[in-house]
T-cell receptor
């Protein structure tokens, strides 16, 4: 069983819509969660990180964490074609400096 | 400020050969981690180093080894290459050793084993 699961893609949304990306994790020891964006052929780029239950907003991005449900999500408001990429969710236990990544969700924003 | 730099960007090797990948962290970052990303999957943790000491190791065979130098740069070595070692190798640095400090990735080294 994979430790971090992401909703199967690919996901397509029209420009200006809200894109919702979801992630569940099995390791209750995971304390920190990260969202990375990866363009094709490029390396992952950090978008947001969240440690506490609730919402964290940064510009058009909102990360949500629910530790009781072991659920992490990323909302992208006013989606732009430039947001088209693969989004990687990663969790990290409090005891070790290593991220466990999901397989990623490919997002396409249609003009 | 320069980000994480990795070299080389691309590499082609044949089975059985050895390879060395290099990484320079962001200035001031003392923790370096290595990840392997196979096409279509998320990165997988290989090693973490802090202050020249190995702090963590993922589920990879002993053919994989790494070290960190006094200037915090790092090398990843892979011996006896297999076709399955073909992947994007990512180096990441972080400010702190402890969990929770965001990782910043370099552009990666794409290794092809033929």
């Amino acid at each position: 069983q994979k430790e971090v699961e992401q909703n199967s893609g690919p996901l397509s949304v029209p420009e200006g819509a809200i894109a919702s990306l979801n992630c569940t994790y099995s390791d209750r020891g995971s304390q920190s969660f990260f969202w990375y964006r990866q363009y094709s052929g490029k390396s992952p780029e950090l978008i947001m990180f969240i440690y506490s239950n609730g919402d964290k907003e940064d510009g058009r991005f909102t990360a949500q964490l629910n530790k009781a449900s072991q659920y992490v999500s990323l909302l992208i408001r006013d989606s732009q074609p430039s947001d088209s990429a693969t989004y990687l969710c990663a969790g990290e236990p409090g005891s070790a400096r290593q991220l466990t990544f999901g397989s990623g969700t490919q997002l396409t924003v249609l003009p | 400020d320069a980000g994480v730099t990795q070299s080389p960007t691309h590499l082609i090797k044949t089975r059985g050969q050895h390879v060395t990948l290099r990484c320079s962290p962001i200035s001031g970052h003392k923790s370096v981690s290595w990840y392997q990303q196979v096409l279509g999957q998320g990165p997988q943790f290989i090693f973490q180093y802090y202050e020249k000491e190995e702090r963590g190791r993922g589920n990879f065979p002993d053919r994989f080894s790494a070290r960190q130098f006094p200037n915090y740069s790092s090398e990843l070595n892979v011996n006896a290459l297999l076709l399955g070692d073909s992947a994007l190798y990512l180096c990441a640095s972080s400010l702190y050793e402890s969990a929770g400090s965001p990782l910043h990735f370099g552009n990666g080294t794409r290794l092809t084993v033929t």
